[in-house]
């Protein structure tokens, strides 16, 4: 599979069109402050009206397969009860017309879009009350649309909205111990809370669909988990290399080892105590097994030394984004955060199929190019540090699929620029760049074409 990602609430725009309810990002971006530029998602990039030359674009650029979101308020517009038709419509119209042109749907469920109803009902993740509904969501999709879309992951990255949206509170639905930048919301408690009730959807959902849809319509489903890659400091270090180990337990293991083995990193249990709530025997039966493919974002990677465990820091790690030597793990992309580490992604994918011994889909790589939004048109469309990025990448990842590993797809993040989360329109993330000051137009950045030809001439990629 090759293809190319993106998310409802980052593209749709028709943010109140045709009976969408809102969610809680429409809440945050409207609230000023919440947005680096102040911007909103009420537009973003059109896709809810121009879907259709956009996948024209995508047909031109050779993609099998298309990554996309389901915004739950436009099809149940409180989050629970009576279904906005207009809305099932609106997506049958997007997978009936990427079929037409070859491209196979890839479905993400909740791709961190929750409905305001459900967070004004009951605080949504953070009640038992989320999981029946994110249930009956899940059905409704699955009944409407599963004859076609034959990939489905029920959340994309839980670590980033649990930690972003409840830790720090930097994004939807800006929850945090911090009352300089958040009115709700406790720190130390809330993340794990929320994880635990995404895990308890996310296996109510998969056997949801297993019991009632997968033997019929033949699809299959999962999670797609975030993770970057850490690296001990000090290689001859047992504190570093055990911290490391931490750092990747609170990161991935928080998510994949409930659901590939049933239970938390022992890591996680012994550092957080009776913070890290508890599944019962059934839940865990549950929970095991959950899965059909391995769903993976990675964007970079960094340098891990032991700390001391807090409550702030219960993992006990120290990032770094140099060696003991001083020197830069790589260059710095327009995110701070985002360090070019290509060898990182080769040693993940190393790591995951060696510990969960299942097939991976690289749900989203990417990155964004320092300055790019403040660049001349033609200037930003020669996007060669992204090129190489994709190119030093994408090389890691066949080395490691020629050491066993097996990895049955590749999205590029993104198709387009977008609405990036508390950034706003500031990063630049697309292949694909949206002219936001002249109508929205798109033009293809270099960075598209690298991609076609690099998957037209590597016949690498299995059929799942």
Same mark, same amino acid.
């Given at each position: ?17 045709? /009976?969408?309810?809102?969610? $809680? %990002?429409? @809440? *945050? ?8 530029? +102040? ?106 649309? /599963?004859?076609?879309?034959? $990939? %489905?992951? @029920? *959340? ?8 972003? +949206? ?106 957080? /105590? ?191």
């Amino acid at each position: 599979m090759y293809g190319m990602a993106t998310a409802s609430y980052q593209v749709e725009g028709a943010w109140n069109v045709s /009976g969408r309810g809102p969610s $809680i %990002w429409d @809440t *945050f971006s409207h609230t000023p402050g919440k947005i680096a530029d +102040g911007s909103t998602g009420d537009v973003a990039d059109d896709f809810y009206h121009r879907f259709e030359s956009d996948i024209a674009l995508m047909s031109q650029y050779k993609l099998t397969h298309f990554r996309l979101s389901i915004s739950w308020s436009r099809l149940l517009p409180s989050g629970r009860g009576s279904v906005n038709q207009a809305g099932i419509r609106f997506y049958n119209r997007l997978i009936d017309t990427l079929l037409a042109y070859s491209i196979h749907p890839v479905v993400t469920l909740f791709h961190w879009d929750m409905p305001q109803g459900l967070e004004d009902s009951y605080l949504s993740w953070l009640s038992p009350e989320i999981v029946p509904d994110f249930n009956a969501y899940a059905d409704l999709c699955f009944r409407s649309f /599963g004859d076609r879309v034959k $990939i %489905w992951a @029920t *959340f994309n990255e839980p670590l980033t909205f649990a930690n972003l +949206g409840y830790g720090n509170g930097v994004n939807a639905p800006g929850r945090c111990s911090n009352r300089t930048r958040c009115q709700f919301g406790d720190s130390t408690t809330e993340p794990w809370i929320v994880g635990h009730r995404v895990l308890q959807s996310h296996a109510l959902a998969v056997q949801t669909y297993r019991n009632k849809y997968q033997q019929q319509q033949g699809g299959k489903i999962g999670i797609v988990l975030n993770s970057d890659w850490d690296e001990p400091l000090i290689s001859s270090s047992p504190d570093d290399v055990a911290a490391a180990q931490r750092g990747m337990d609170f990161m991935l293991g928080w998510w994949a080892d409930p659901i590939w083995f049933g239970d938390y990193p022992q890591s996680m249990k012994l550092a957080l /105590g009776p913070l890290l709530p508890s599944f019962t025997s059934s839940e865990k039966k549950l929970l095991k097994g959950s899965y059909d493919f391995f769903g993976l974002n990675h964007y970079t990677s960094r340098y891990i030394s032991n700390a001391k465990q807090t409550t702030e820091n219960p993992a006990g790690v120290q990032g770094h984004d140099k060696n003991a030597n001083g020197v830069p793990i790589g260059p710095v992309a327009d995110s701070e955060w985002l360090i070019v580490v290509p060898w990182g992604f080769q040693k993940l994918l190393k790591y995951v199929w060696n510990r969960y011994q299942t097939p991976i889909i690289v749900t989203e790589n990417g990155c964004d190019v320092p300055n790019e939004s403040q660049l001349p048109l033609q200037t930003a469309l020669d996007d060669i540090f992204r090129v190489n990025y994709y190119r030093e990448y994408l090389s890691n990842m066949m080395e490691a699929i020629e050491s066993g590993v097996k990895v049955h797809g590749y999205f590029a993040w993104s198709f387009m620029d977008n609405f990036e989360w508390a950034d706003g329109y500031q990063k630049r993330f697309g292949v694909t760049y949206v002219d936001y000051k002249n109508g929205l137009t798109r033009y293809s950045k270099k960075s598209s074409s690298f991609l076609t030809n690099f998957f037209m001439a590597w016949n690498g990629p299995i059929n799942m």
